[in-house]
């Protein structure tokens, strides 16, 4: 069965709007993300757009700063020191990649981790595996609420997350330790990963190659997430799994496009209400 990543967005959306709407009738300040573009990447510039749509849908503020290709790193810090101090500013988001000359890590270090919304900021991580309180990597707490709309309870299961990125690999696999799952970290240098990946109640798919995980991959009944997003050789999008050879075999199963992908920016949107409700907080002395 499909999981509508599209639909499941939707209804987050449609409740942090009606929670924006009530900060507009009280007559309180709105949240507000800033959202930094270096260069002309074209999917960067899709994902910056569809950001701003997401902010006008659910009535957050939003402002996008666009810098040319060839910003030095300098200025780039200059602009992000600019918005650490910006008090009208709740969520200030670097849009990755960033172009070769500039140091990406020197950059996310720099943002103030309460407008951290990526979640990337060291203090974050950190958080993250302490299982404190913190701002969480949008993708991998999109996964979290996509199993807890099906009901899925994780405790004891096996999960077999396969890629090892900073951004999904790890912060997933962390988040579903939490939830009292045994967590298996799968990657290039593993062996025998088709029997290994078989073991798993729950797959989570995320090494960025076109249709890589086939039904020899997977456990009957498995819940697959596919967080890949690619193109196949007819230019099709895609994602790491071959979803027409998996679909029969998983009980559930996120399709590329409208599964995981949606919800990236669902939990942007709630990263930066969080954010917004923490600072008005440490403002009130709460």
Not at 52 to 61: E, F, I, N, S
Not at 150 to 173: F, W
Not at 203 to 223: E, Q, S, T
């Amino acid at each position: 069965m499909n999981i509508d990543g599209k639909l499941i967005s939707q209804k987050r959306k449609d409740a942090l709007k009606i929670k924006i709407d009530e900060l507009k009738a009280q007559g309180s300040r709105l949240p507000k993300l800033t959202v930094v573009l270096v260069g002309e990447n074209p999917a960067s510039q899709t994902y910056v757009r569809n950001k701003d749509r997401a902010c006008a849908y659910v009535g957050m503020l939003s402002d996008i700063i666009r810098l040319e290709e060839q910003t030095s790193e300098e200025k780039l810090i200059q602009v992000i020191e600019s918005l650490n101090q910006d008090e009208s500013v709740d969520g200030i988001l670097v849009q990755l990649p960033l172009p070769a000359h500039i140091d990406e890590d020197k950059i996310l270090n720099l943002i103030d981790p309460t407008k951290d919304v990526d979640g990337f900021h060291p203090l974050n991580v950190a958080k993250l595996v302490l299982g404190e309180k913190g701002l969480v990597p949008c993708t991998p707490q999109g996964m979290m609420v996509l199993l807890d709309e099906i009901n899925y309870d994780l405790t004891g299961k096996e999960v077999v997350v396969v890629g090892r990125s900073n951004i999904v690999g790890k912060p997933v696999a962390l988040l579903c330790l939490h939830k009292h799952a045994t967590v298996t970290i799968a990657h290039s240098r593993t062996k025998n990963l088709p029997e290994l990946c078989k073991r798993g109640d729950v797959l989570i798919a995320a090494i960025g190659r076109p249709r890589f995980f086939n039904k020899d991959y997977i456990k009957p009944g498995a819940v697959v997430l596919d967080v890949g997003i690619n193109r196949d050789e007819n230019n099709k999008l895609c994602g790491d799994v071959d979803y027409e050879d998996v679909k029969d075999i998983a009980s559930y199963i996120t399709p590329v496009p409208g599964g995981v992908g949606p919800m990236t920016i669902a939990m942007l949107m709630e990263n930066t209400y969080q954010a917004y409700l923490q600072r008005e907080a440490q403002k009130n002395g709460i």
